[in-house]
Structures are given as structure tokens and as C-alpha cells.
């Protein structure tokens, strides 16, 4: 079935340094969705990216798809003690209308001040 | 701003019990979803659930598992006989419906976090 992994599983940074999580899929994917998951919290969804290439900013945060289509970077530049947290990736299960998603396991993001 | 409702927070249960879990999706979303975390771990999907009936589902959601949506606002997860390895965070998302490119954005609820003792 389809798989999709995420590394590095820790991050440890210092404050104000960058950081960069990676996403592969074993499959080419419609598009991909980026969620952060604060410490007790639940995923909250922070982008979608759709077209092969694609390269989309938020602030601090860089999203790029790659142009196969399976594969996914997040970047954070200058790293703040609010953006701590699990950053996953997931990808549409499968072709159908109401597609569930499949999860990464998860890059936990640890900043020291 | 709508958000998915999920209730209640914690749950303890001894083993071999039936627990419900319950969500309120945002109202005039289209797709339903449960999804569980086990501790530390990453989310799971569980069952997709449109136009009052299951979409898809994996191969964790088995015959020990089922759902409803017994009126228009409510979205229920069952599990029926419980093990200690159901022990985990469940979550309930639900979306507004898939756009021209696919997926649309799932909105998760607190979650619940049932224990089975």
C-alpha cells in the first residue's frame, strides 16, 4: 500500500536557526498537505500543494512539491519557540471523492532558546 | 470561527466494553473522517464517510468498528468490545468537499482520548 516518510523524526535547532523537514511518497500523489501538530494539540492544517514544481510561502514557512510528484520539503527560516510542534505530510489515499489522507510519522520540531 | 466538536475529551473503559465517540463536523461540510493517534505516534486513518454512508476505509477499521450518522449533525464512531491496544487519541476531521485538484483542507476536532483499562 502506499507509504509516506518523513525525516528526520527529531529536529533539534536553536532558536533563530533554520529548519527543514523532508516528505517521500511511494506513490505519485494528486497533491500534498502539510499540517502542524502542537504538543496535546491536534493537526491543523497549513497548506495544500497541488501542481508538480509548485513552490508556495507563508512568513517563515517554504513549501515546495516535487516535480515527480512524491515528493515534498517544508522549510523554516529563523525558527521561533511558537513554531514548536510535529510537522506532518500527508497525501490523498487513493482516486476517490472523499479521499482520507495518509500520514507521515512526523518531524517533532525542539527549539532551545 | 466553525469548528469540529468532539466529545467527550477523555474516556476511560474497561476492556470488552462499548464506547461511542462523538463529533459535531462544521455544518455544511461534505466528508466526515475518524483517524486515531496512538501516543507519540502518527495519525492513522480510520474511515471516510459521505453522502450518509462509508466511503473508504483501512484495514484497522474492522468489523469491531462502526459508524453513523444518526442525524444531521452528528458523526459517531462505535467500537464495540474494546482491547487495551485501542487505547489511543481519536480524532474526527471533517472537509467541505473535494475541489477542482482533489482533497480540500481537513478540519480535526480536540479529539478524544479514550483509555481502555
Known amino acids: 500500500g502506499q507509504q509516506v516518510m518523513q525525516i528526520p523524526q527529531y529536529q533539534h535547532v536553536q532558536e533563530g536557526e533554520d529548519f527543514t523537514t523532508y516528505c517521500n511518497s511511494s506513490?505519485?500523489?494528486?497533491?500534498i498537505q502539510w499540517y502542524k501538530q502542537r504538543p496535546g494539540g491536534h493537526p491543523v492544517f497549513l497548506i495544500q500543494l497541488v501542481k508538480s514544481g509548485e513552490v508556495k510561502k507563508q512568513k517563515r514557512l517554504t513549501f515546495q512539491f516535487g516535480e515527480a510528484k512524491k515528493n515534498s520539503s517544508l522549510h523554516i527560516t529563523a525558527t521561533q519557540t511558537t513554531d514548536v510542534g510535529t510537522y506532518f505530510c500527508?497525501?490523498?489515499?487513493?482516486?476517490?471523492?472523499?479521499?482520507?489522507?495518509?500520514f507521515g510519522k512526523g518531524t517533532h520540531l525542539i527549539i532551545q532558546p | 470561527e466553525p469548528e469540529v466538536t468532539q466529545t467527550p475529551s477523555h474516556q476511560v473503559t474497561q476492556m470488552g466494553q462499548e464506547v461511542i465517540l462523538r463529533c459535531v463536523p462544521i455544518?455544511?461540510?461534505?466528508?466526515f473522517y475518524w483517524y486515531r493517534q496512538i501516543l507519540g505516534q502518527k495519525v492513522e486513518f480510520l474511515v471516510s464517510?459521505?453522502?450518509?454512508?462509508?466511503?473508504?476505509k483501512s484495514e484497522i477499521f474492522d468489523d469491531q468498528f462502526s459508524v453513523e450518522r444518526p442525524d444531521g449533525s452528528n458523526f459517531t464512531l462505535k467500537i464495540r468490545s474494546t482491547k487495551l491496544e485501542d487505547s489511543a487519541m481519536y480524532f474526527c476531521a471533517s472537509s467541505p468537499g473535494q475541489g477542482a485538484t482533489g482533497n480540500t483542507e481537513a478540519f480535526f476536532g480536540q479529539g478524544t482520548r479514550l483509555t481502555v483499562v
Open positions: 506513490t505519485t500523489l494528486s497533491n
Open positions: 455544518s455544511n461540510h461534505l466528508y
Open positions: 464517510f459521505y453522502n450518509n454512508e462509508i466511503s473508504e
Open positions: 500527508a497525501g490523498p489515499r487513493s482516486g476517490g471523492g472523499a479521499d482520507g489522507l495518509t
